[in-house]
């Protein structure tokens, strides 16, 4: 089993910036794609950004590219969202998940997700 614990949310002003943390734990740990995703009051699940595991190519939802950055360290297990020029829109709580699967387009683990508020 794997679990995943996203930290690093928080307050920030508009024009700021945060990062978030990811660390799995698990016996073995090697999943297809990591993602962040997040969901704001009212709103659908958004996914925001990608990151293949073992290659490290990236992809980005429009609305954030050229702000987030999406990151792995593989010795640690951990990936992080560097989140810059936030912008109030960007308030969500934010999760990160794991991807086993190349075929299936379900994501297998969840974490529990950490609260980003962007203040204007």
């Known amino acids: 089993q794997v679990q995943l614990v996203e930290s690093g949310g928080g307050l920030v002003q508009a024009g700021g910036s945060l990062r978030l943390s990811c660390a799995a734990s698990?016996?073995?740990?090697?999943?297809?794609?990591m993602g962040w995703f997040r969901q704001a009051p009212g709103k659908e699940r958004e996914l925001v950004a990608v990151i293949w595991w073992s290659g490290g190519s990236t992809d980005y939802a429009d609305s954030v590219q050229g702000r987030f950055t999406v990151s792995r360290d593989n010795t640690k297990n951990t990936v992080y969202l560097q989140m810059n020029s936030l912008k109030p829109e960007d308030t969500a709580v934010y999760y990160c998940?794991?991807?086993?699967?190349?075929?299936?387009?379900?994501?297998?683990?969840w974490g529990q997700g950490t609260q980003v508020t962007v203040s204007s």
């Open positions: 998940a794991a991807r086993n699967s190349a075929i299936r387009p379900s994501w297998d683990y």
């Open positions: 698990g016996r073995t740990f090697s999943p297809y794609r």
